[in-house]
């Protein structure tokens, strides 16, 4: 799986957007990028994923660059409950045979949304 | 998304115990599941990949017959730590596969702490 580099921390003000990056220089065409959050002494929690195309939900934005070598996930209005560490992931497609891949996790961007 | 339960959400017991901790996926089924280990300030480090119906996949470092696997139905997996030591200590949390179109995503349970003194 192609490797994810992400800054360590990042302050946000609430009720301002919050921009994630993550590069993924040698992410190769069949792989995704998913993103996941982890919330203090929680299990984590699934935020999006998109292959090429800009992707967006409820929770948040994702924005894939052309070249698709960086990503970068948007939280549109941050608030106090969005202070967590958050994961970019890359993952290949799931296979034909449907069988299974599990996720590697780095060392994520700890968010932190201050008053 | 889909929802994973986990129980329980803590546990403390002996040294040279056993634990058990469940996973559950509570609105869907899911043949495969992973369980995972996180100490502290660290990221999650995969341990398993569960199967149901077969024997469970282990990573490289992880001893089966220290972490028994069972993945017996659908909806549940369990992990149970046999003989846990203080080492042992930290924070298990499984996930479960769900296949949305011709993608899958994982769902993470809340986890399991586990203190072994």
């Known amino acids: 799986d192609a490797k994810t580099t992400q800054p360590t921390s990042m302050d946000c003000a609430e009720g301002r957007a919050a921009n994630l990056p993550c590069n993924h220089s040698?992410?190769?065409?069949?792989?995704?990028v998913y993103w996941y959050r982890q919330i203090h002494s929680q299990g984590p929690q699934y935020i999006i994923h998109?292959?090429?195309n800009n992707e967006t939900n409820e929770m948040a934005s994702l924005i894939i660059t052309e070249d698709r070598k960086s990503s970068t996930l948007i939280l549109p209005h941050a608030t106090l409950r969005d202070t967590a560490v958050y994961y970019c992931?890359?993952?290949?497609?799931?296979?034909?045979?449907?069988?299974?891949?599990?996720?590697?996790f780095g060392s994520g961007t700890q968010l932190t949304v201050l008053p | 998304g889909a929802v994973v339960s986990q129980h329980p959400s803590r546990v403390i017991c002996k040294s040279g115990t056993s634990v058990k901790i469940e996973c559950r996926s509570l609105?869907?089924?899911?043949?495969?599941m992973f369980w995972y280990r996180q100490f502290p300030k660290q990221s999650l480090m995969l341990m398993a990949t569960?199967?149901?119906?077969?024997?469970?996949?282990?990573e490289q470092g992880v001893e089966k017959d220290k972490f028994l696997i069972n993945h017996a139905s659908l909806t549940l997996s369990t992990l149970t730590v046999t003989s846990a030591h203080p080492e042992d200590s930290s924070f298990y949390i499984c996930?479960?596969?769900?296949?949305?179109?011709?993608?899958?995503?994982?769902?993470f349970g809340p986890g399991t702490r586990l203190l072994v003194l």
């Open positions: 998109g292959l090429k």
């Open positions: 040698t992410i190769s065409g069949n792989e995704y």
């Open positions: 609105d869907f089924q899911a043949t495969t």
């Open positions: 996930s479960a596969r769900v296949l949305t179109g011709v993608q899958e995503t994982q769902y």
């Open positions: 569960s199967n149901e119906g077969s024997k469970a996949t282990y």
């Open positions: 992931i890359v993952r290949p497609k799931t296979s034909s045979s449907g069988s299974a891949r599990q996720l590697t």
